[in-house]
């Protein structure tokens, strides 16, 4: 597809969830970007969501983003899961490699590095088809890949060409999606008319923001990104995004248990669940909903609490989380994070000092001025899109789709 040009100055970023689909019209300004409106709307409240279901709802979305025309340059972001009923999967993860040289006193030509890499994808992409349950890697389409680490001898350097050295050993970061369904959503697009020229992996767009007023250089850190069917825990080491787990508890199951509760519709429950979270109900009915919200999110908290042993050894937990999404906004999600015993547990049995929690806003980034309505964590993924499409305008290095 197309690359990236600089005459255009508006440009459309949409993040599609599973449970929404939220779009941004954006152009870069200086050093920055300016958010000039948003839309988001939520798909059907139905068991069985049917494909055209997301073509419905994306349609929708860019209805009700004012200042939009035809022709304007399209960006997509997906996290580890998206759209109605886990529609669409990637996968994106961080894989080291180390090559011993058959020749360590010649120096690094670009055709040996070049082949060195094109082992380690083959390995990665391999190794990642298991995820998919493919029998063959070559029904994956590579959405990103960076090289996050070179290190020769032990000695880190930025490039390695013209050095000479026994072992190499460096860390990838690949993201990856099933090519039918990198080609549906490609139909999609096309036919509504519309001009679809990258597709992103939401956790590095994140990754990425978030390390332009941070250095995460000496620092573990985790994201967690409570959606509507899922939480998205996102993993950094030393610098890296090494990997994202999804589990299977988010805002929905929320309101799915409050409609159980009040004997009501979900799409009613959702409703209330906002309210709630805003502060909107009557104190009499806000406390009985937090009882009921409270087991849920312990539920959730042993969860986070799982992944989180999984991942980061007893000498290397995160020092750093944030949090993001939907789900986030409930008033239980800061009481759990910050003051409850359960959260102090999870730390005294890593004998670490509680980490740095961080409930994510557009207001924490700069160069970024937006007269939409992006004000809660909501906003954080599609602000991430944005900012990543700003950076590869700017340089002219988009990747096609």
Known sequence: MSSFSKKDEMNLAIDIGTRTVKAVLF?????????????????????????????????????????????????????????????????????????????????????????????????????????????????????????????????????????????????????????????????????????????????YTLFSLLESFHSFQNHNAAFLDIGGDFTQVSFIKKGMLMETKPFSIGGQEFSAHLAKWAKIKEEKAEKIKIAYSRGLIQSSLAFKIHNLLEKDFKNWLEKVEIILNRFFPSDSFPSFVYILGGGSQLLEVKSLLYESKEMDKIWKKKNFLPPKIEFLKPKHFINIEDNSKLQDTQGIIPLSLCKEFSLNFQAGNAQKI
């Open 27 to 203: 152009k870069k300004e200086n050093k920055g970007i300016k958010i000039l409106n948003y839309g988001k709307v939520d798909y059907p409240f139905e068991k069985n969501s049917k494909k055209n279901d997301l073509k419905q709802t994306i349609k929708e979305t860019i209805s009700e983003v004012r200042g939009f025309k035809r022709g304007r340059k399209i960006i997509v972001g997906l996290g580890e899961i998206s759209g109605p009923n886990k529609m669409i999967m990637t996968k994106g993860i961080t894989k080291k490699y180390i090559f011993q040289r058959k020749s360590p006193l010649k120096k690094i030509s670009q055709k040996e590095f070049k082949k060195i890499i094109t082992v380690a994808q083959e390995r990665s992409k391999r190794s990642v088809a298991k995820n998919f349950s493919l029998k063959k890697a070559k029904n994956l389409k590579i959405l990103k890949a960076s090289i996050e680490e070179i290190k020769i001898n032990g000695h880190q350097v930025s490039n390695p060409l013209g050095f000479s050295g026994k072992e190499l050993k460096f860390s990838i970061f690949n993201s990856y999606i099933l090519k039918e369904d990198l080609e549906f959503l490609k139909r999609i697009f096309k036919s509504l008319n519309l001009n679809l020229v990258n597709v992103l992996y939401e956790p």
